[in-house]
Structures are given as C-alpha cells and as structure tokens.
C-alpha cells in the first residue's frame, strides 16, 4: 500500500525516533508499504517518520545513481537501528531533494566515509563503512531519525531565500503526483 508522505511541519519529522524490537507491530507489511510509497515517489530513500512512524528505520535503492558511483548499481538496504559510529573524509557538496520537502533542492555538505552499526529487515546486526553516494543518501536519512532535515543544513542566506516556500510547503500550497499528510492548522 502507498503510504502518503508526511510534509515538511509536520511534528513528525521533528522527533527523534526510537529504536524498535523485531516483535514491532506489521514490521514486515511497513517495510513493504515503504518500498512501495518510495517507487511510486520517485525517492531514493524513505524514513519511517516521513510516513508518520517516529521509529529507527529507513530503506535505501540507490541503483538510481549507478553511473555517477558504481558502488550504488545494487544497493538496496532495509536499515533499523542504525547509528553512525564514524564518519571521515573532506566534506563534500552534493545537490539534494527530500519527499517531504517536495520541489526544493539544495546543495549540502556531508563526510564521504561513514561506519555504521545497523540492523537488516531480519534483525541481523551489521557494522559496514559506505563511501560516496551510497553514505550520502545514508546520511540523508539518518538525520529523519535524529528529526532532522536537509534544509537544516543549508546557510542561513539559502534558509532565508527558501523561508517562503518552506512555509507554502507546509501550508498544503505545494505541486506533488504523491499524496501528502500537511501539519494540522
């Protein structure tokens, strides 16, 4: 089932999500239902708080960026739990979007090498480093579970220039093919 994507306003995504045990209620059919929600919105990437689940858990298909990195040709990772338990490398610019803050793209900064201590779908644990973008899109959704958002790191002037359009976002006043769950009024 395709889940509508919780918008930028929402209390959700302003929440650090907690961690959650394999007994989790339709973990299984969630995961499922993300996968789908994230195909048929053309993300690369969905966390459980942007379809209003304020629980440690994001999934990942890369493969859209396979020949930019060819380490993200197969990459397609169910993550729970996760915690980034490093990070190294110059940080570098990279033009990102976001489901939940729909037709806006921003340049950010982020480490190149990550480690990180994670959970797969059959709640098998796994301590793996992920460079390029493949710890790029990691990062990207890491930071939902901390209730954070990639406008969050943009400079002051860009958040300045974007405030309007951040708020028609939040007011419903937006142009997506995806439903949307907006912050209640």
């Not at 919105?41 to 209003?52: E, Y």
């Not at 490093?86 to 940080?91: L, N």
């Given at each position: 089932m395709i889940l509508p994507i919780v918008a930028f306003g929402h209390p959700t995504l302003r929440k650090k999500a907690q961690n959650i045990t394999k007994d989790y209620p339709?973990?299984?059919?969630?995961?499922e239902n993300m996968w789908e929600t994230m195909y048929s919105?053309?993300?690369?990437?969905?966390?459980?708080?942007?379809?209003?689940h304020s629980i440690r858990l994001f999934v990942i298909d890369a493969s859209h960026y396979a020949e930019e990195d060819e380490k993200a040709k197969d990459f397609k990772r169910v993550f729970i739990n996760a915690e980034i338990i490093?990070?190294?490398?110059?940080?570098w610019m990279f033009n990102e979007g976001c489901l939940s803050v729909p037709n806006i793209r921003e340049d950010v900064?982020?480490?190149p090498i990550i480690t990180m201590k994670y959970m797969d779908e059959n709640f098998t644990e796994h301590?793996?480093?992920f460079d390029g973008i493949r710890a790029r899109v990691i990062q990207h959704e890491y930071d939902h579970l901390d209730g954070k958002l990639?406008?969050?790191r943009v400079s002051s002037l860009r958040k300045m220039l974007i405030k309007r359009r951040l708020g028609d976002i939040s007011k419903g006043i937006v142009d997506?093919?995806?439903r949307?769950?907006?912050p209640s009024k």
């Open positions: 339709k973990l299984d059919e969630l995961i919105s053309n993300g690369v990437g969905l966390a459980a708080p942007q379809v209003n490093h990070q190294d490398g110059e940080e900064w982020r480490k301590q793996e480093d990639f406008v969050d997506v093919n995806y949307m769950i907006f």
